[in-house]
């Protein structure tokens, strides 16, 4: 609920430069230490920042008319040409760490054939991350796959995992020498998540899709990670993982492989709550999968609340972000306790933030949420790093551009990209390792 104090923290800082914002905080962040290696960042995707990703799965289904997206993706962020630039941004505010994902679908843009001009792209971006002092956290898949590969049925059929692997060993080749750490598939739970928390208009909406992308693309069949059949997909999508991880750790380079996964602060309210049961139903088999790697990656954005009857709806009265979610940054904390104990392993935040356009609220979002990570840390969690999401105000799926979760405002006609005080904020957090 927003009391009398937030009002006014919004109407002190609405006015203030980034520096006068650190200032004006509590400030519970600037008192955290973490481990002297520790990761601060933002992150990104390609498709949802490089533009122009027209061999992909995504791209298709946008074409549709009517259709599940409110607008294309087109040129998006032009990251594509201008991740030098985003780069060089991103050290000056004081980050050392840098996440971005490679395009399958302009690696292997037709099954079986890698384009070399695609991998010498991607070993650019990544060399160019080292050079800027950045340490490249690579996504080898963050949802988008080639067409070709949804029109065969995708992650649904029986192989798909190998072939995912094949394009790992051939990535693998042009960026492992610069990895720091590398994830095979991002969010691979999602679409089981989305089930869960959607209307059935909109996973109607999503079924309607799959049969409308098929007619478009004149093929039989036709699949996308998040719309297609999810008890189909899951077999297929895990053996993915553990063969796309152990291409990958074949190298060349020597850097922890693992899996992020969307983890939601699940809470129990009352007597025969269904939480555990959605639980189960949407982690246990990937933070299972998750102990044979080297780490896991937490994402997580707020919490769900479920009773006997299922998912609840926020409070009433609480703020809500662009996406109708409860402002609940300090989630953070309990799903990286979570994901630990389950897995024993080390985790890193490979994505946490906010939509809203009130940069204040995000500023305020950063605070609790690394001041979550501050007690986990003295709590003995190994958590090794926090990358913010998102470097970019980009294009946000079926949501489009209106959602604004970005460090850094980008005017779409000209590119210009603005620094957020919040940018800043996170910025002079990282330059100080937490530390006061």
Not at 28 to 39: E, Q
Not at 72 to 77: F, V
Not at 169 to 190: C, M, Q, R, S, W
Request: with cysteine; hydrophobic share 40%.
């Amino acid at each position: 609920m927003l009391t009398n104090d937030h009002i006014g923290r919004r109407t002190l800082l609405a006015g203030l430069s980034a520096g006068a914002a650190l200032a004006a905080l509590p400030g519970r962040a600037a008192k955290v230490a973490f481990p002297k290696d520790f990761l601060w960042g933002a992150a990104i995707s390609g498709h949802q920042t490089e533009g122009d990703n027209s061999n992909s799965d995504i791209w298709h289904l946008e074409q549709l008319s009517p259709g599940p997206f409110s607008e294309k993706s087109g040129k998006a962020c032009d990251f594509l040409n201008l991740y030098a630039q985003d780069m060089d941004l991103a050290s000056k505010l004081g980050f050392n760490a840098f996440r971005f994902s490679l395009e399958w679908s302009r690696i292997e843009p037709e099954e079986g054939r890698f384009d070399a001009k695609a991998l010498d792209h991607y070993r650019r971006v990544a060399a160019t991350c080292r050079e800027k002092g950045l340490a490249p956290a690579i996504s080898f898949n963050h949802f988008t796959t080639p067409l070709w590969f949804a029109k065969q049925g995708g992650w649904e059929v029986a192989g798909s995992g190998d072939k995912f692997a094949r394009f790992c060993a051939a990535a693998v080749k042009a960026v492992g020498e610069f990895a720091h750490i590398a994830t095979t598939l991002n969010e691979p739970n999602l679409g089981r998540l989305l089930r869960v928390i959607l209307p059935p208009p909109i996973l109607a909406d999503m079924g309607t899709a799959m049969q409308g992308a098929a007619t478009l693309a004149g093929s039989a069949r036709f699949s996308a990670a998040q719309f297609g059949d999810q008890d189909a997909m899951l077999p297929n999508l895990l053996e993915g993982h553990r063969k796309g991880a152990a291409a990958i750790k074949a190298g060349p380079g020597s850097f922890p492989v693992g899996v992020s996964l969307a983890i939601v602060d699940d809470q129990a309210v009352g007597v025969g709550s269904q939480r555990d049961a959605v639980r189960s139903y949407l982690n246990d088999a990937w933070l299972d999968a998750a102990k044979a790697d080297d780490f896991v990656g937490v994402q997580t954005y707020g919490r769900n609340r479920f009773d006997a009857k299922g998912i609840m709806h926020p409070p009433e009265g609480v703020e809500l972000t662009q996406m109708g979610e409860e402002f609940y940054p300090q989630a953070l904390g309990a799903t990286v306790r979570y994901a630990h104990a389950v897995t024993g392993k080390p985790v890193y935040v490979t994505e946490n933030g906010i939509a809203t356009e009130d940069d204040t609220r995000r500023i305020a979002y950063i605070d609790t949420a690394v001041a979550a990570l501050r007690d986990c840390v003295r709590d003995g969690v190994p958590v090794k790093g926090y990358l913010h999401w998102s470097f970019l105000d980009n294009y946000e799926w079926i949501f489009g551009y209106r959602p604004k979760f970005g460090l850094v405002a980008v005017d779409r006609t000209t590119q210009k990209r603005t620094p957020k005080p919040s940018a800043a904020y996170l910025g002079a957090i990282a330059k100080r390792n937490g530390a006061a």
